[in-house]
């Protein structure tokens, strides 16, 4: 075996790559554009979604989809989700707020970036 196959060129990225298998082991092919959204949310607690739409240049569709999946799910799919977040009415608007499994993971995840 190559003994420089395996070997961490970049203790940080390795350490963001830690954070990002805590959200893997959620959802083991979670995409791109999940991971995404809950970081933003994470970072934007209570934010509306419609400000995560635009900051991440997301469609109203796919802001749905991925509040969907990272809250409680879509009416109709088998799959549950993975109940990071709420989605709160405001008005005419949804309210995104981290769960305490969202505040638990985004703090265990900073912990492994951070120290």
Same mark, same amino acid.
């Given at each position: 075996m190559d003994p420089?196959?395996?070997?961490?060129? *970049?203790?940080?990225l390795d350490k963001v790559? &830690?954070?990002? *298998?805590?959200?893997?082991?959620?959802?083991? &092919?979670?995409?791109?554009q999940l991971v995404s959204c809950f970081l933003y949310i994470a970072s934007h607690d209570g934010c509306h979604k419609q400000a995560m739409e635009e900051a991440l240049q997301l469609t109203t569709a796919s802001g749905s989809r991925n509040s969907d999946w990272l809250s409680d799910g879509r009416i109709g799919l088998k799959k549950p989700g993975l109940g990071l977040i709420t989605k709160e009415k405001d008005g005419r608007r949804q309210r995104l707020r981290l769960t305490d499994k969202g505040k638990t993971l985004a703090k265990t995840m900073k912990s492994l970036i951070y120290g």
């Open positions: 420089l196959a395996d070997q961490i060129t *970049d203790a940080r790559q &830690e954070a990002f *298998d805590l959200l893997r082991l959620l959802e083991r &092919e979670i995409p791109g």
